[in-house]
């Protein structure tokens, strides 16, 4: 398992993949998007970024606080968790 300290520069459909395996990149990408704006304090800190919203990776320091507020992604327990959260949103539950 990778530590965070290991955390290198990662493109945000490499991030949304992560969090949603078993999703199409672009529903991935969709439902990573929601994940960070219903979390306001990492929200904040990717408005603190400037060009963030353009740009197409991450820098580690935002990754790896991306994996401080919502866990490893390779624990299966935590995507589990955000695929059932989407599909909640989602009316599918």
């Known amino acids: ?3 965070l300290e290991r955390t290198g520069l990662k493109t945000k459909s490499e991030m949304a993949l992560l969090y949603f395996p078993d999703l199409a990149k672009d529903s ?3 439902s990573f998007r929601r994940l960070i704006k ?3 304090d990492l929200q904040k800190e990717f408005n603190k970024i400037s ?3 353009k740009a197409h990776y991450l820098p580690p320091s935002l990754v790896c ?3 401080q507020f919502f866990g490893n992604p390779e624990d299966s327990s935590a995507r589990r968790s955000f695929v059932l959260a989407e599909r909640r949103e989602g ?3």
Do not use: E, S, V
């Open 91 to 93: 009316g599918l539950l």
């Open 51 to 53: 060009g963030l919203k």
């Open 65 to 67: 606080l991306i994996f």
């Open 1 to 3: 398992m990778k530590t």
């Open 28 to 30: 991935a990408m969709q």
């Open 38 to 40: 219903r979390t306001p």
